[in-house]
């Protein structure tokens, strides 16, 4: 019994998915009809004496109404957007070129051609620079002479690099390179000068060694001593660094 219920509701099961794929196809004339008129104006609305009663104004104009001048308008409409389109994705690509070349122009690294131009300048002056810093020591002055100017020299080496990492055009990073150029010159000379002070600070002093000796009855050794103590008053052996 209960396998006769199995098989029962086996084959209902089996029909009903076999009635669920068949197509229901009911033609109505009318419908088709009103159809072909909107979408191509050919045709007559049936039945003919419904429009006239109900939708007379629909029925007068329905023909011309369609949808055809709509779709031709809009196959118009679509090819002046494509050729829009075209342009202006012409123009995003130029711009890309263009954009991509700035980019490359200032990022700096392999593509700094400033460097590559006024590196060599640059990086000389900094070395002639450095190279007299270290001889303060050696003609005289004291270790924290020589740190004041060392952290001038740092300055200098933190602005090339800040330069070279900076996201600017080459054109630009050129004058700040060629500004850097200048500046570490213009301190430089100001060293220069401050060696030869201090080196003249430590003649006039061994000299006033040699001479104090023999300066008790000596007028000329007196008035040799009176002369390098008057050029020390007036600064040439002053200890302090020269400013700008």
Not at 13 to 26: C, E, F, G, R, S
Not at 32 to 52: C, F, H, R
Not at 186 to 192: H, T
């Amino acid at each position: 019994m209960k396998r006769t219920g199995i098989a029962v509701a086996a084959a209902l099961l089996n029909t009903m998915a076999v009635n669920a794929q068949q197509i229901t196809y009911n033609h109505d004339p009318m419908k088709k009809n009103q159809i072909t008129v909107m979408e191509s104006g050919t045709g007559a609305l049936t039945p003919d004496w419904y429009y006239v009663l109900l939708h007379n104004n629909y029925r007068e104009t329905a023909s011309v109404r369609n949808k055809t001048q709509y779709r031709a308008m809009a196959g118009v409409n679509l090819f002046n957007q494509r050729t829009s389109a075209e342009e202006i994705d012409s123009a995003l690509t130029k711009r890309a070129f263009v954009e991509s070349l700035n980019m490359a122009d200032r990022m700096g690294g392999i593509a700094d051609l400033a460097w590559a131009t006024e590196g060599p300048k640059v990086s000389g002056k900094m070395n002639t620079f450095l190279t007299n810093i270290n001889r303060i020591m050696a003609t005289g002055g004291t270790l924290e002479e020589r740190e004041y100017w060392v952290q001038y020299y740092n300055v200098y080496q933190s602005a090339i690099r800040m330069t070279q990492d900076a996201y600017m055009p080459n054109a630009q990073r050129k004058r700040e390179y060629l500004q850097i150029y200048s500046d570490v010159s213009r301190k430089n000379d100001l060293l220069v000068r401050y060696l030869v002070r201090i080196n003249n600070r430590r003649r006039i002093q061994e000299r006033l060694s040699a001479l104090a000796d023999t300066c008790k009855a000596d007028k000329p050794a007196i008035i040799n001593l009176a002369l390098i103590r008057w050029q020390s008053a007036i600064g040439m052996t002053s200890g302090r660094p020269i400013e700008e």
